[in-house]
């Protein structure tokens, strides 16, 4: 597909940082097949994984590290660096939401038969490839002891990648989408799936008031 690459001083940075320096036309991938679409989120997702990488280990920054103290910025960080890459990395994400969202349009238009009526539970899950959700897109800050949470075995620094099984980087709009499917689901089971290092695992949470603690969940998550 055709990418265009609009700032010749962004591209040259990125390149000495060895990281593929992509822009998607939202047009064009409206015009992608399923295989290729999810190739393309595969790309993107991996690049969003070395732009976060460079961020930490590299520039020694996320992306809320201040760049700026008393006025002047910071003398321990190459700034530019830092805000280049954020540029990019907020890029990348909305192109990874525009994927997903044409991913679940043709899954959409999957699941339906000729006549418009909805396939059975069965012929659905045949017809559809499944969509996985690779980009983290909440952090949790810290876990209660005998929370909801801790019972589930969530822990402080997991990163969430998909809530409640709907719920992803792609349409949490700023986690009110996960505020709303923990209200919505107090005393029933939400599968959440985290990442940690570098493995992937699957949690059951259970929001309750019964606990002695604050919340229907005991945990706090910020955006990541």
Known sequence: MTVDNRDDAFTGLMK????DVNDYNHAELARLDYPRLAQVKEEVELQLTSLFD?????CNCDMD?????DGFPR??????TVRLVRTKIIRLRNDHKCILGLLEKHLTRQLRSGDGKALTETRAEEAAPRVTY????????????????EKSGLRENDKILVFGDDVHAGNHDKLQ???NKVKGNVGREIRVSV?????????????TPDWP????????????
């Open 54 to 58: 460079t961020l930490k280990h590299r």
């Open 213 to 224: 603690g604050q919340g229907l969940l005991g945990c706090h998550i910020v955006p990541y």
């Open 75 to 80: 003398s321990d960080v190459d700034v530019v």
């Open 134 to 149: 690779n980009i983290p897109f909440a952090l949790v800050k810290s876990v209660a002891a005998s929370s909801p949470a």
């Open 195 to 207: 990442l940690r290092g570098q493995h992937k695992h699957t949690l059951v949470l259970v929001p």
């Open 177 to 179: 989408a996960v505020g």
């Open 65 to 69: 590290s201040p760049l700026v103290v």
């Open 16 to 19: 000495s940082l060895n990281i």
